[in-house]
């Protein structure tokens, strides 16, 4: 945390050490209903404080750079090879389009994009508009609804919790959005 706190870039107002322990404690809300064993809680836990790490280096490809660290950084506290090789797939599987091949991975993307069916989205999904607009990644608001419309209705949870949980209220958001996406008043081809 003191590494995200001290690397990452300002200009990150959503990929930073706030994300971090909010995906934590997402992934600790989800594990603990889905009653998810204590030694893969611990690598779960493990994968989503290191999941964005790779934001030190990069926007892109962060997730693999995200591993490096975890590679460099998890042998001192212990972690075997093994373990290592299973926090890192879970930090793989985060990487949009998000594509779990196990439990934990599932729970790691739930945990990544469980603000999408949350009451603070809004507040979030600004945060990420200003990150993204500073990158040149989005020019305006109107460009960043119909990008968000786009993601969340491509995007679904991959456990039965965080359906249960989220879906709906993601679906409320998604038709705000929807409704905030203005219509041209003049098309010079009518």
């Known amino acids: ?22 995906v934590l404690q997402a992934a600790e809300n989800l594990s603990g209903i889905e009653r998810t064993s204590d030694s893969d809680k611990e690598l779960l836990f ?14 892109e490809n962060h ?4 591993c490096n660290i975890a590679r460099k950084f998890l042998p001192a506290y ?9 926090i890192c797939a879970m930090i793989i599987a985060t990487k949009v389009p998000q594509e779990p091949q196990n439990h934990l991975q599932a729970l790691l993307c739930d945990a990544d994009l469980d603000y999408l069916g949350r009451d603070d989205f809004f507040m979030l999904s600004h945060q990420l508009f200003l990150e993204l607009y500073a990158e040149g990644l989005v020019k305006d608001e109107s460009e960043w609804n119909k990008q968000q419309v786009e993601f969340m209705e491509s995007h679904f949870y991959h456990t039965s919790t965080a ?6 209220k993601k679906e409320a958001h998604i038709e705000i959005i929807k409704s905030k996406i203005s219509k041209p008043i003049f098309n010079e081809n009518q």
Request: hydrophobic share 30%; charged share 30%; proline share 2%.
């Open 1 to 22: 945390m003191g590494k995200l706190k001290i690397e990452l870039p300002t200009h990150l107002s959503y990929h930073n050490s706030i994300h971090t322990l909010d």
């Open 46 to 59: 493990t994968a989503a404080l290191f999941h964005d790490s790779g934001f030190v280096r990069s926007r």
């Open 63 to 66: 997730e693999t750079e995200s």
């Open 78 to 86: 212990n972690y075997d090879e093994h373990e290592i090789e299973r």
């Open 163 to 168: 359906v249960k949980l989220r879906q709906e």
